[in-house]
């Protein structure tokens, strides 16, 4: 629903940006849909929009090294700032909760995110300045999109030396950027897994080596492709108890199966069903400096979002296109500040 709110002001330490683009993300259908009251610690009404980039809008008192007009990245998950996680810049595991703005969210997620002209940021510490050659349209989906399974693959980079294999499964928003940050920062083998066969067409564009459907036989062809040994890291971006089991066979003993996606399945573990040593485990979002690094690698043309535009009022068909499966990489909504 669309809805006219006032404009934000900036109190001290806190900027207003004028967002260039704003990120359209899976997450956002499955709050929506999916998560009702007690399960988050925040709800309804705010604005949507959890990846965002813009120009600085408005500074508030005592806010050095921004200037109004400069293009900057928001970094999304807002700790504490204090805690020692939030330090270090990891504020997605902020100790502290209940000292961040909102608990466990952040523009966006409880508080008013992107999809709007402007958004009110708390403090300066999370917006990163664009490197030249990046614009803030193709800039806002690396901020959730293109940061979330970066921080996934860079956990796992000791075990993606050559001659190994990493399996991306579900290419949408976030696995097509995985595929490209798996290609520019690993020398593994990439096996990609789509039920739509486009989705395996854009994965060969982002240098996937195969592309299989799931089913009885996609097991199989990972094997093959492996020459039996299995895939060294699965990244799970659907998160079904189907694609939780598919990972898990197809996995090497000492590997890593990496739970991203948020569809809520799960995966039984005992003795014998899953591989020796595989270490399973969840990932949220990620850090600050992973973020500039994201930056980066996109700035000099190593990572780019397939990005389809949106205006604020055709948002929900970018999220309906992308509920029926009609959505090629990411839906950016822009808005143009009048
Ligand atoms: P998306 O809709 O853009 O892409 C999902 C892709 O998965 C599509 O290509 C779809 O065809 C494919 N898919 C669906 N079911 C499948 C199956 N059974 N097997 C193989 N492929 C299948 O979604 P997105 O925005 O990229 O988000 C992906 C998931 O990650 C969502 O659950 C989202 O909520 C979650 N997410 C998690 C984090 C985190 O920090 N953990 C951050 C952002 C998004
Ligand atoms: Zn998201
Ligand atoms: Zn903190």
């Avoid at 006219?4 to 997450?27: K, L, N, R, T, W």
Wanted: proline letters at 7%; aromatic letters at 6%; charged letters at 15%.
């Amino acid at each position: 629903m669309i809805v006219e709110v006032d404009e934000p002001e900036p109190g001290p330490g806190q900027v207003v940006v004028g967002i260039g683009g704003a990120g359209a993300c899976h997450s956002d259908l499955h709050l929506m849909r999916e998560f009702g009251d007690g399960l988050l610690p925040w709800g309804p009404p705010f604005t949507l929009g959890h990846e965002n980039a813009g120009w600085v809008h408005a500074l508030g008192s005592g806010v050095i090294g921004l200037e109004i007009g400069q293009p900057v990245a928001v970094y999304g998950p807002w700790g504490c700032g204090i805690c020692p996680r939030c330090r270090l810049g990891i504020e997605t595991y902020c100790e502290n909760p209940a000292g961040a703005p909102v608990p466990s969210g952040g523009g966006g997620l409880g508080l008013d995110g992107g999809m709007a002209a402007l958004m009110l940021v708390p403090d300066a510490r999370h917006l990163i300045p664009l490197p030249d050659g990046l614009d803030p349209v193709a800039a806002a989906p690396l901020t959730d999109a293109g940061l979330t399974p970066y921080h996934a693959v860079r956990r796992s980079w000791a075990k993606l030396v050559p001659g190994t294999t990493a399996v991306v499964i579900g290419v949408g928003g976030l696995g097509h950027l995985a595929l490209q940050i798996l290609r520019a920062t690993t020398a593994a083998r990439v096996i990609a897994v789509d039920t739509r066969p486009e989705a395996l067409r854009l994965a060969s564009e982002y240098g996937a080596d195969l592309g299989v459907l799931p089913g009885e036989t996609a097991m199989q062809q990972i094997r093959d492709a492996t020459r039996g040994r299995g895939a060294d890291v699965v990244l799970d971006f659907v998160g079904t108890d189907s694609t939780l089991a598919l990972g898990a066979t197809v996995a090497r003993p000492l590997g890593d199966l990496t739970l991203v996606g948020i569809a809520g399945g799960s995966l039984p573990v005992s003795f014998f069903s899953v591989p020796y040593e595989l270490s399973v485990q969840s990932t949220y979002w990620g850090s600050r400096p992973e973020l500039i690094e994201v930056l980066d690698l996109a700035a000099r043309g190593l990572v780019r979002a397939k990005i389809t535009i949106f205006t604020l009022d055709q948002a929900m068909e970018a999220y309906r296109r992308m509920e029926d499966g009609t959505m090629e990489g990411r839906a950016v909504v822009v808005h143009v500040i009048a």
